[in-house]
């Protein structure tokens, strides 16, 4: 088997994006990035499989070097190389132009078995990167996975739909979005590794050092724009009732029968 | 049974959107999807087409439905290997219809299904994709579609400059609605050529023993979050949805704390809901939990902070703690 990536996403903050009242753009109040939370599963099961096979796990991440803290942490859980994808051409992709850095960048990276990826990121949110970039790589995707391992050189693998739990082998390479709910246990980082990372930074590649099409990058290699960010203001419409429970109960109980929900 | 049509031969630059097929089944938010989208053909002087990849015409269980849909147009791929859903092969059998038929707009519901194939199909054709929009309009010929973002109360409308224009669209943010006429139904031939190969290979399929809930089209919710402070409280909106004949419904965090399963979740990484009754203990009204909620009818809110989103928005509020609010109440019901 060849060596595992795992692609992580540094996120702001919940919270800690505003809109500016007078601008209407988005502002943040701090540019402090946490791992999206989706993505701890991804490294989980990176980790686990690197124990039960023996594997390199390398860890990339597309953002500014404010996301090397995030690598660093996710060497402390076990990956073995990290790589930083920054250029501030890469600034404002959309899940097309950022599959495409990913993709080229994993391609630099062959020969791999895996890419692994969290569900979706808690910003954009869109759970698009993953399928996104095994399509560029035109290799098989599978998203929402709970498990996975290799037999016979075959990657089988649990996915999960609306309808139930499908059981799918897959030459692989593949590319998996991992499901937030795969491991009831998540390990923490090894305080050895900690120690030892201190040490060690990220290898960091920019546009140049993955030939990249300056078309494909950043806002204009983005179809999709977004064109406009609206606050929605919110006003008061209804009733508001304080009191004691007692009273408020009545209130509810004779709506309730008003709109006949209840019988008298 | 159906024309049948050579991919050469399709009609070009209309809506197309793809219709999930699961084991015969046919998933209802394909018909959902499709009334935003006959506004949005309608607008532009398109042809609204719902497509279908399966196994089998013999397998169509739901045929009926399909002939009352707002559909103008009902496109059947059918061979055996599609039989399961392999990833790979239906994005190239998508490529290739786009390819052929130069869709304006290729849509899809937000479903898992829907959300792993619309990616894998805009990175072939190497176009944009929005995400799980709620609200799509036609503005000087240009599709400029709506979707919640961030922690706060923001929505970003986006538009996408590449051919298709290609989004996934929320789960119950519509209503399905019927056509006048019945669709023309055609049968696409691919040419003999076609490879219908997949590295990917279905071994077996665990149903989930959860039933899928009625939440979406429930006429009243009730529904719980954080203000409920822990599961054992919120597990008594159970007794009141039974009195109520209701279903109940959840914020994110709530269904991340696991009180109760993520299926009732409500707002965009949800379920939308547009009960008669819509009633929220213990829930602030984040913006991605009411775009899933806001059409409700009638909306009660219960809440210690009178400044709450939620209660601002509700017809009613009632100030006061969420707990003893919902176990008085069913005290007098049950009595
Ligand atoms: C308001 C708003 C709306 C947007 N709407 C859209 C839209 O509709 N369509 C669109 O194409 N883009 C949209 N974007 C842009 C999108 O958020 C960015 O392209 C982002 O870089 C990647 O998408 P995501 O965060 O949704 O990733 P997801 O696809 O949700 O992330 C899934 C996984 O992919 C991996 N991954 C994602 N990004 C990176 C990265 N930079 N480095 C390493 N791994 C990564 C991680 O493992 C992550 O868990 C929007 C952005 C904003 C601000
Ligand atoms: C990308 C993204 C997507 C999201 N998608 C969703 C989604 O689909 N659905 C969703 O719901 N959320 C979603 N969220 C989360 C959302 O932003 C809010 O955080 C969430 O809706 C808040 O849940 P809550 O109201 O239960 O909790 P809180 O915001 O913590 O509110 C608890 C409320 O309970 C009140 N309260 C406290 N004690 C009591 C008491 N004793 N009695 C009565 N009231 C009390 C408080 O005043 C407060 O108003 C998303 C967030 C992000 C960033």
Known sequence: MEKIIVCIKGVPEPGSVKVDPETHAL???????????????????????????????????????????????????????????????????????????????????????LV??????????????????????????????????????????????EYGEEEVEVEGPLVCSVSPTAFEYIRPPSLKRLLEVKNKEPIVWQAGDLNLDSQKLGLKGSPTQVVEVIEKKIETKGIILEGETEELVEKLIEVLKEKALIKN | MFERINIENLPKGNILAFGEFYRNELNNSSLEILSPLKEVAQALNKKLILLFLIGSLEDIKNLEEIKKSLADEVWFVVNNELKDLKDDLYTEVLAQIVKS???????????????????????ALKVGLCAHVNYLKVKDNQIIMSRPTYGENIIAKLVSKSSPVMA???????????????????????????????????????????????????????????????????????????????????????????????????????????????????????????????????????????????VKMANLALIGDARKILELLLKKLKS
């Open chain 1, 27 to 113: 502002k943040r109040e701090s540019m402090e990035l946490i791992l999206n939370p989706n993505d701890r599963p991804a490294l989980e099961m990176a980790v686990r499989l690197k124990n039960d096979y023996n594997i390199e796990l390398v860890a990339i991440s597309m953002g500014p070097p404010n996301v090397i803290p995030l690598l660093k942490h996710a060497y402390a859980l076990g990956v073995d190389q990290m790589i930083l994808l920054s250029d501030r051409a890469f600034a404002g992709s959309d899940t097309l132009a950022t599959s495409y850095v990913l993709a080229e960048a994993i391609k630099k990276l062959s020969p791999f078995s």
């Open chain 1, 116 to 161: 692994l990826m969290g569900l979706k990121s808690i910003d954009g949110e869109t759970a698009q990167v993953p399928p996104e970039t095994a399509s560029l790589l035109d290799i098989p995707s599978l998203t929402n996975v709970k498990s996975l391992f290799m037999k016979d050189n075959k990657w089988i693998a649990i996915r999960e739909i």
């Open chain 2, 101 to 123: 038929s130069q869709p304006y707009g290729l849509f899809f519901p937000a479903t898992k299904i829907g959300m792993s194939l619309a990616p894998r199909v805009a990175g």
């Open chain 2, 168 to 310: 996934t669209i929320s789960l119950g943010a519509f209503n399905i609605k019927y056509g006048e006429r019945e669709p023309l139904m055609k049968e696409i031939i691919f040419p003999e050529n076609f490879s219908w190969s997949s590295k990917l290979k279905i071994r077996n399929f665990i149903p989930s023993k959860k039933k899928l809930t009625k939440l979406s089209t429930a006429k009243i919710v009730v529904s719980g979050g954080r203000g409920l402070k822990n599961k054992e409280t919120f597990q008594k909106l159970f007794e009141l949805a039974e009195i109520l004949g209701a279903e109940v419904g959840a914020t994110r965090p709530v269904c991340y704390e696991g009180w109760v399963e993520e299926e009732r979740m409500i707002g965009v990484s949800g379920v939308t809901v547009k009960p008669k009754i819509y009633i929220g203990f213990g829930i602030s009204g984040a913006l991605q939990h009411t775009v899933g909620m806001e059409n409700s009818e009638f909306i009660i809110a219960v809440n210690t902070d009178k400044d709450a989103p939620l």
